[in-house]
């Protein structure tokens, strides 16, 4: 029978000639998660045995990374902001760039309830996909009054399914285009829209990138659905509301430029995780 240490390495051998950028690391969790053991226990019992299903299921995962599905997607879960989100193909897997996005409305949200005795402070959350943003958000702080909206039916139910297990209950879905079908007034909308170009998206579609392409193409030069976002926004946010959005670097200064052309005050950029800028956000008056 094979050890640990043995399926690991021709893991990391089979992912490297299939060019997989990072084959030790992807073995390590693929076996894991084979095995239903932690990375701990897999590195510090290199030579127990495998047994034969958990080598086959193992095979089967290592083969679907061959064929560039993402580790998250063979796993059915990624961590953001340290919760355990259920993930498929039916939606975007949530980056760790977008964690500034809740970083910075949580420092938003706190500033704005420290200054006021009023009831729970709204928040919306459009593009939700996941819902990584929104249940983040609410799992962070019991207090607000959280509701999210996606065009997606997959999204949707992905989404209730995240609410259920991390929450414990759902939050209030919107089936919307952007924010044209939700109701508001809200204190604050954050949204993560889709910002690459539709060119670089086809790009990807042509090698396989399973990821939905409604979840990534934002038009011509990707900024089609941001600029749509500070168009709607007004209409949705009480008057002070503020508007956090997620943008590539490239866009900030746009996205910026839009928000102050749309009467936003106290327009400012933030940094993700890597100091580039990231997330934008503008207040009403
Ligand atoms: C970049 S993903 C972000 C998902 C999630 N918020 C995150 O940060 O991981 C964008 C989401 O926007 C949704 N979407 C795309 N176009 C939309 C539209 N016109 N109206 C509403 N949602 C849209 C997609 O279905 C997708 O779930």
């Known amino acids: 029978m094979i050890t640990v240490q043995a399926a690991l390495k021709r893991g990391q051998s089979t992912l490297f000639y299939a060019e997989v950028d990072t084959p030790l690391l992807d073995a390590t969790v693929l076996l894991g998660e084979a095995l239903g053991l932690s990375k701990e226990q897999l590195l510090t019992s290199p030579e127990a045995p495998v047994q034969e299903e958990g080598y086959r299921r193992f095979q089967e995962f290592l083969d679907r990374r061959c064929r560039g599905i993402p580790v998250s997607y063979i796993r059915r879960k990624k961590e953001f902001f340290s919760l355990e989100f259920y993930v498929d193909e039916r939606v975007l897997v949530p980056r760790p760039d977008t964690e500034a996005l809740v970083e910075e409305a949580l420092a938003l949200l706190d500033r704005r309830a420290a200054g006021s005795q009023a009831e729970a402070l709204r928040v919306h959350d459009a593009c939700t996909g996941s819902g990584c943003v929104a249940i983040a958000l609410q799992h962070s702080r019991a207090g607000l009054e959280v509701s999210a909206s996606d065009r997606s039916p997959g999204a949707e139910e992905v989404f209730r399914l995240n609410c259920r297990r991390l929450l414990g209950r759902e939050l209030p879905f919107h089936r919307s285009d952007l924010l ?106």
Do not use: C
């Open 180 to 285: 044209k079908q939700v109701p508001g007034p809200y204190d604050l909308i954050t949204a993560n829209p889709p910002y690459l170009r539709d060119g670089e998206v086809e790009d990807m579609r042509k090698v396989g990138w399973p990821e939905p392409r409604e979840a990534l193409a934002g038009g011509r030069d990707g900024t089609a659905l941001l600029a749509a976002l500070i168009r709607q926004a007004p209409a949705r946010l009480a008057p002070r509301g503020i508007l956090l959005l997620e943008a590539d670097p490239s866009q900030a200064a746009f996205v910026r430029q839009r928000l102050l052309a749309w009467g936003f005050q106290e327009v400012e950029v933030v940094p993700d995780l890597g100091g580039r800028p990231r997330v934008i956000r503008g207040r009403l008056p």
